[in-house]
């Protein structure tokens, strides 16, 4: 059983940057792949970045390569999602999540999810 808590999402200015973190309970961090997901209103929920269990690997959506970045520190069983260059279109709830997978870009291939954190960008 793995239990994910975000934080770090919040009102900020189009242009702008923010960092989420997600804190991980229990000893096997390091066996999961980490996704983050993120749900505009009315929108699906959908595939933001990955990174296996080592960090060795990451993977993003098309759209966000290049202003996202994933990484993990396992010694916190923390991963984060650095945002830079922020628009109105990335406003949503963003949902870390837990793959006992090699990994994968979809929702359902998740095991584990956190609450969310919302992520607002004003223009």
Same mark, same amino acid.
């Given at each position: ?9 919040? @009102? ?15 000893? $096997?961090? #390091?066996? +999961?792949?980490?996704? *983050? ?14 990174? $296996?269990?080592?960090?060795? #690997?990451? /993977? /993003?959506? !098309? ?16 991963? +984060?999602?650095?945002? %830079?260059? @922020?628009?109105?279109? !990335? $406003?949503? #709830?963003? +949902?870390?999540?837990? %793959? ?5 870009? *979809?929702?359902? !291939?998740?095991?584990? *999810?956190?609450?969310? $954190?919302? #992520?607002?960008?004003?223009?």
């Amino acid at each position: 059983q793995v239990q994910l808590v975000e934080s770090g999402g919040g @009102l900020v200015q189009a242009g702008g940057s923010l960092r989420l973190s997600c804190a991980a309970s229990g000893r $096997t961090f #390091v066996l +999961y792949t980490m996704g *983050w997901f993120r749900q505009g209103p009315g929108k699906e929920r959908e595939f933001v970045a990955g990174i $296996t269990g080592s960090g060795s #690997v990451t /993977y /993003y959506a !098309d759209s966000l390569k290049g202003r996202f970045t994933i990484s993990r520190d396992n010694a916190k069983n923390t991963v +984060y999602l650095q945002m %830079d260059s @922020l628009n109105p279109e !990335d $406003t949503a #709830v963003y +949902y870390c999540a837990a %793959d006992s997978g090699s990994g994968s870009r *979809w929702v359902r !291939d998740y095991d584990y *999810w956190g609450q969310g $954190t919302q #992520v607002t960008v004003s223009s």
